[in-house]
């Protein structure tokens, strides 16, 4: 089966529930909803059976998109699919959100849990969740 199509499948599945829709591509798949804040959403480019590169689209932040490459061995095909679909849904459930680090040498975009967000906040100019929950600093 076309890991894309596969991939689509389970993204489809595991993301009904909060009104998800997926534009689907040869080689990419768009996850957009009515739960995002507007505007956002996640693309997630297939460029092997073990290459992923899942992109988060804050259109209100530069830098946008803010990129997580997932990848693995031949060997590892359907774990890395998993890690894929995990990743995703931790997004659209805001158990991840994204953050950006101001510290010169540590900084740069992480994803974190918010929880976690929450106990770093000194360090980040700005937090974004996929709903907007957990939006801080300047993020309209």
């Given amino acids: 089966m076309d890991v894309a199509v596969h991939l689509t499948k389970l993204l489809r599945s595991a993301l009904s529930q909060y009104g998800a829709s997926l534009t689907v591509d040869e080689d990419w798949i768009e996850v957009s909803g009515a739960l995002a804040k507007p505007g956002r959403c996640i693309a997630v480019f297939v460029r092997d059976v073990c290459d992923f590169d899942v992109q988060f689209y804050l259109p209100e932040r530069k830098g946008s998109p803010f990129e997580q490459v997932i990848v693995g061995s ?34 740069g975009r992480q994803f974190l849990t918010p929880s976690k967000a929450r106990e770093s906040r000194k360090h980040f100019s700005w937090v974004a969740s996929w709903r907007g929950t957990y939006d801080v600093g300047h993020v309209p």
């Fill in 74 to 107: 031949l060997q590892e095909a359907e774990q890395v699919q998993a890690r894929v679909l995990e990743f995703v849904t931790s997004i659209v459930e805001e158990r991840l959100v994204l953050a950006w680090d101001s510290r010169l040498f540590q900084g």
